[in-house]
């Protein structure tokens, strides 16, 4: 007798979905962060301490929220250079409009409860990722030219208004976040974490996280199948500021202040750590895990610098060191030309 051949189980058809979504590729610096492991134990045996591995990823918990919007963003084919600016701005608008307007080195407006700072900052980067869907989308500026000027605009911003001071009257809302811990490791790395799952699986897995990839691979052919690609790609945007924003809370809390130059320089790294993590420029290809791995390493590569007595000033030099060789790998291992 032969056996009837039955449809595979929603389940069965989950589990196939998930191996087809996961690539051998999407792995390929995770031997990267052991051979770091291992040469930062030769240079110093503090770099294996709980303590130091800690506030390893404490550090990275920040850029890795710039990173998952630019991932994000890349994926559906567009790219935002803002996020850099909205991290330091977000926060900025929120104590000028919670914080009183006399007896703080830092006088506010004074027009919202303290209470307020919080969903403020979070609102403000959902508004400049949404201003940016609008240039790009309705107006039709080139993404590139508008979301570097509104970088340039916004970092005027900030300065305008702290005057080029750091703030320093943080409200406790923002330092719990940014300093508590949960489970013995900082909260930032848990609520990091889960965001970083939660949009892995919503590309993995939901029909308008998929879009993502059809929108970045070919948009017309994505609209041709029924993808509304301009509400997609909008709202993605509108996300990246989100999380932009949200970065901005859990750096503001870390450190007690919003310094002047917070998140300056910042997009490079971002950038280095999508290209290195596997997320292609082009758009269409890359996943959340390859981008968090991208983080990890430029981390990692920090800390064993730092530890064996590099410079900090090398930094810059390194991340940018990276991005190239990261490009020429790519364009090799992919075979395609990159405009």
């Known amino acids: 007798m032969t ?3 039955r449809p595979p189980t929603a389940a069965k058809e989950r589990s196939l979905q998930f191996v087809r979504y996961v690539r051998w590729s999407d792995f390929s610096l995770v031997p990267v962060i052991l051979v770091l492991m291992v040469i930062g134990y030769i240079v110093s045996p503090v770099f294996l301490t709980s303590t130091n591995l800690i506030n390893v990823v404490q550090q990275s918990s920040e850029l890795s929220l710039l990173v998952l919007g630019q991932a994000l963003i890349l994926i559906c084919g567009r790219m935002d250079l803002s996020l850099e600016s909205t991290i330091g701005i977000a926060p900025v608008i929120a104590m000028w409009l919670v914080l009183p307007t006399h007896g703080g080195r830092f006088a506010g407006l004074g ?3 303290v209470w307020t700072a919080i969903p403020v900052c979070l609102l403000t980067g959902l508004l400049i990722g949404g201003v940016n869907g609008f240039l790009m989308l309705k107006l039709r500026v080139n993404g590139f030219i508008a ?6 605009m916004l970092r005027g911003l900030h300065i305008g ?6 703030i320093t009257d943080v409200p406790e809302s923002f330092r719990y976040l940014g300093k508590t811990d949960w489970l013995g490791a900082p909260a930032a790395v848990w609520i990091c974490l889960t965001l970083f799952a939660v949009g892995g699986c919503a590309l993995a897995w939901f029909r308008h996280g998929r879009a993502l990839y059809a929108i970045g691979g070919n948009p017309e052919a994505a609209r041709a199948a029924g993808i509304r690609v301009d509400r ?4 993605v945007l509108a996300v990246g500021g989100l ?3 949200f970065a901005g809370v859990l750096y503001t809390g870390h450190y007690g202040s919003v310094a002047a130059t917070q998140g300056n320089g910042w997009i490079f790294q971002v950038f280095a750590a999508a290209v290195i993590g596997g997320i292609s420029l082009k758009g269409g290809r890359g996943t959340l895990f ?3 791995t991208g983080v990890l390493t430029l981390q990692l590569v920090v800390n064993v610098m730092t530890l064996g007595g590099v410079p900090a000033l090398w930094n810059q030099f390194l991340n940018g060191a990276i991005i190239i060789v990261a490009l020429v790998i790519s364009r090799f291992a992919s075979g395609e030309k990159q405009d």
């Open 3 to 5: 056996e009837t051949l």
């Open 111 to 113: 027009l919202l409860p």
């Open 147 to 152: 979301t570097l000027g509104m970088l340039t």
């Open 161 to 166: 208004i702290t005057e080029g001071k750091s």
């Open 232 to 235: 997609i790609t909008w709202i």
């Open 243 to 245: 999380l932009a924003a």
């Open 290 to 292: 390859g981008a968090l």
